[in-house]
């Protein structure tokens, strides 16, 4: 089964930006979407966004305008860029995508938005 990476978090100020990347060990041109969740402390893992084979993308009402979900099938990766960042952004962030049956997640990468 697919191995997910997460890599580029870190603590930014309000209003600044960061981009997280998810790398795949095979190719994302396998999998129907590639998706990011976040999981602030104590809170339920929620859906962000996602991205079809397709380039087809949809997002959360909270992060609408502000994220933008990419990827580089040549280099198995997924992109989060995120801007405008809040506090009410701080969570670990997770990459997810299915595969033969399972639902398949990445480690998560920290993101810590201060005020």
């Known amino acids: 089964q697919v191995q997910l990476v997460e890599s580029g978090g870190g603590l930014v100020q309000a209003g600044g930006s960061l981009k997280l990347s998810c790398a795949a060990s095979?190719?994302?041109?396998?999998?129907?979407?590639m998706a990011w969740y976040r999981q602030a402390p104590g809170k339920q893992r929620d859906f962000v966004t996602r991205?079809?084979?397709?380039?087809?993308?949809n997002y959360a009402d909270s992060v609408k305008g502000r994220f933008t979900i990419s990827r580089d099938n040549a280099k198995n990766t997924v992109y989060l860029e995120m801007n405008r960042l809040k506090p009410d952004d701080t969570a670990v962030y997770y990459c997810?995508?299915?595969?033969?049956?399972?639902?398949?997640w990445g480690q998560g990468t920290q993101v810590t938005v201060s005020s």
């Open positions: 991205i079809t084979s397709s380039g087809m993308a």
């Open positions: 095979r190719s994302i041109l396998s999998f129907a979407y």
């Open positions: 997810k995508t299915w595969d033969s049956g399972h639902d398949m």
